[in-house]
């Protein structure tokens, strides 16, 4: 069984910078794809970028493209997303996941971490 915990939430100012990990433990060879979706207050949960295993190919929700990268480790099973100029429309609850494909629809994905918040004042 796969467990995922997050962490690197806080709350930035608009414009400033976080770095949110996720840490991948038990049965971690299964997993070939990883991705961090967010839920704002409110709304249905959505994609923000996905990654491979190699670590290509990786995908992005159009509104953070150029804003956030995502990455992994496969030796530390660990999965990053750096999120630059951001935004008080990128507060949300954001969560790591992990599955097999890395698409954008939730459904797809096996494992959930539990969310870590970020928070962007204006």
């Known amino acids: 069984q796969v467990q995922l915990v997050e962490s690197g939430g806080g709350l930035v100012q608009a414009g400033g910078s976080l770095r949110l990990s996720c840490a991948a433990s038990?049965?971690?060879?299964?997993?070939?794809?990883m991705a961090w979706f967010r839920q704002a207050p409110g709304k249905e949960r959505e994609f923000v970028a996905s990654?491979?295993?190699?670590?290509?190919?990786?995908y992005y929700e159009d509104s953070v493209k150029g804003r956030f990268t995502i990455s992994r480790d496969n030796v530390k099973n660990a999965l990053y997303l750096q999120m630059n100029q951001l935004k008080s429309e990128d507060t949300a609850v954001y969560y790591c996941?992990?599955?097999?494909?890395?698409?954008?629809?939730?459904?797809?994905?096996?494992?959930w971490g539990q969310g870590t918040q970020v928070t962007v004042s204006s």
């Open positions: 996941a992990a599955g097999r494909v890395p698409v954008i629809i939730g459904s797809a994905y096996d494992y």
């Open positions: 038990g049965g971690t060879s299964s997993i070939a794809a």
């Open positions: 990654i491979g295993r190699n670590p290509l190919p990786a």
